[in-house]
């Protein structure tokens, strides 16, 4: 038998393909972006996307903020006509709570009950006023 010492590998002929391969993948990525500087981008590479103006931001929105959150004080703090012709009026906000919660609960009169729906069919959405056919 003949004897071996485990020595009989040849790591020089396998260290010179590992160079030659890592040596193509550098000179083919040389190539490519020399290639890419002389002649550009591709025919079909899209334009530059749209970029339409930047939105306008304010550049202090606290005032803004404050006379925003006044006025939706002053309105719920406040008796006001909604809709004058309708008879629609508008109370304070604690009022109206304090009402609401001395009757109990109920948030509106006690009517007849909406009628059920058809099975299978959306009702229409009607604005105010106005009656189905």
Not at 31 to 43: E, K, N, Q, S
Not at 88 to 100: G, H, N, Q, S, V
Request: proline share 13%; charged share 20%.
């Amino acid at each position: 038998m003949p004897d071996h010492t485990g020595n009989d590998l040849d790591l020089r002929g396998l260290r010179r393909g590992a160079y030659v391969i890592v040596g193509g993948i550098a000179c083919a990525l040389a190539a490519g972006a020399l290639v890419l500087r002389a002649w550009g981008p591709a025919a079909n590479t899209p334009a530059h996307p749209f970029q339409g103006a930047a939105p306008l931001l304010q550049p202090a929105p606290q005032p803004d903020r404050v006379d925003y959150f006044a006025e939706k004080r002053r309105v719920t703090g406040s008796y006001g006509w909604v809709d004058r012709q309708a008879g629609i009026a508008r109370i304070p906000l604690d009022e109206a709570m304090r009402l609401l919660a001395a009757r109990g609960g109920a948030a509106s009169p006690a009517g007849a009950p909406a009628p059920a729906p058809t099975p299978g069919r959306t009702p229409p959405v009607l604005a105010p006023g106005k009656e189905a056919r």
